[in-house]
């Protein structure tokens, strides 16, 4: 707890331009919880670094999405926004964590085999020991909730394992963090291949909506979306993966039921339906467009929010910190 409020915790990778699927299987739910909690949403830019990136380019992706935190609704007055690098409690809880983890917990961690695969030139130890810095994330700011899309749960549930274990042999150090999944989005698949889910990494422009799309090349994504060659428009993800992927979107953005969207659609083909999702989606993210290019301006607050948010969220995780490094057995500071 921070005065009477509950701790959530969460944070997206700065690689890539976020999607659809980032927005509404995780923006969209931080922004509605984020009156209700004390926030901390963080850039967790020493995560991007498990693979390849280019300095610069990652140096300008952090920053537009630090920015993007705030263009979709986020108050960085009331919600701690911050880099994660620049917080270096998070390094020193994950290396003390990393000793309470096993080799054989990390090996099933499904983001590792597939990141493995997908990077088999660079395996290296931070794309293996990853969750553990997630968990010091969440655990440093004694998270009771964290929003994440399904993908995640994983990695939550180690999270979980590993607070448990620290508390069993030390004492109630840990807040167990529970998830938060929102109803609606939380697994928005690629528009090319519904069987796998939109990513910012993936290297078809095709497959994803970025946030930053304009309503031209929203509305001719949809337009390409793989389908099927009934013409029903109806929710069966087995059948009918491509459609429903469309359906589950256009509900999220419109807070419409599976069955009011089939609905709606009856008698209508493809055409239609996919205009309808790419002018909803377009629709959704016009003021997230104005607001970016406002902020993108003004260099001199966003600079005043990363100092003040760093410094708030720097106490609160060396709080926690010096705890564990007490409890485990360190020295004291002599001050
Ligand atoms: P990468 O391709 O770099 O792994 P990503 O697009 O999978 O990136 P993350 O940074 O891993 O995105 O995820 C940020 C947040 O967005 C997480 O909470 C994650 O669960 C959520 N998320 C990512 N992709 C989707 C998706 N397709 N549908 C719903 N939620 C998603
Ligand atoms: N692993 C997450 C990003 C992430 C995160 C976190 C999410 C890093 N630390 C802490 C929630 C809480 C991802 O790839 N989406």
Not at 262 to 279: H, I, S
Request: with cysteine; aromatic share 10%.
């Amino acid at each position: 707890m921070i005065g009477d409020k509950k701790v959530l915790f969460s944070g997206m990778q700065a690689t890539g331009s976020l999607t659809l699927g980032n927005y509404l299987g995780a923006l969209k739910n931080w922004v509605a919880l984020s009156e209700e909690y004390e926030c901390f949403y963080s850039v967790v830019d020493l995560h991007s670094i498990t693979v390849r990136q280019d300095p610069a380019e990652l140096r300008k992706k952090a920053r537009n999405l630090l920015m993007l935190y705030i263009a979709a609704g986020l108050d960085p007055k009331k919600n701690c926004i911050y880099y994660q690098s620049h917080v270096s409690c998070h390094c020193e809880l994950a290396w003390i964590l990393d000793c309470f983890t096993y080799m054989g917990e990390l090996n099933r961690m499904t983001q590792f085999k597939d990141k493995s695969a997908k990077h088999a030139d660079n395996i290296n130890a931070g794309l293996f020991t990853y969750p553990v810095l997630m968990a010091a994330d969440i655990l440093l700011y004694q998270a009771d909730v964290v929003p994440v899309g399904k993908d995640q749960l994983q990695h939550l549930e180690l999270t979980r394992d590993i607070a448990g274990r620290f508390n069993s042999i030390y004492g109630d150090v840990f807040t167990i963090p529970e998830p938060y999944l929102g109803k609606a989005g939380a697994k928005i698949m690629s528009l090319q291949d519904p069987s796998k889910k939109m990513s910012k990494s993936d290297e078809n422009p095709n497959a994803s909506i970025y946030l930053t799309d304009d309503r031209d090349t929203i509305i001719r994504k949809f337009k390409r979306a793989v389908t099927d060659s009934e013409s029903s428009i109806r929710y069966d993800v087995d059948q009918k993966p491509g459609v429903s992927n469309l359906i589950e979107i256009y509900g999220a953005v419109t807070g419409k039921s599976f069955e009011e969207v089939e609905k709606e659609f009856e008698g209508k083909g493809y055409g239609d339906f996919k205009l309808a999702v790419g002018e909803s989606v377009a629709d959704l993210l016009d003021p997230l467009h104005t607001r970016f290019a406002e902020l993108s301006g003004d260099k001199a607050y966003i600079d005043g929010i990363i100092k003040e948010n760093s410094e708030k969220a720097e106490y609160y995780a060396t709080k926690t910190l010096r705890k564990v490094q007490k409890k485990v057995g360190f020295p004291e500071r002599i001050r």
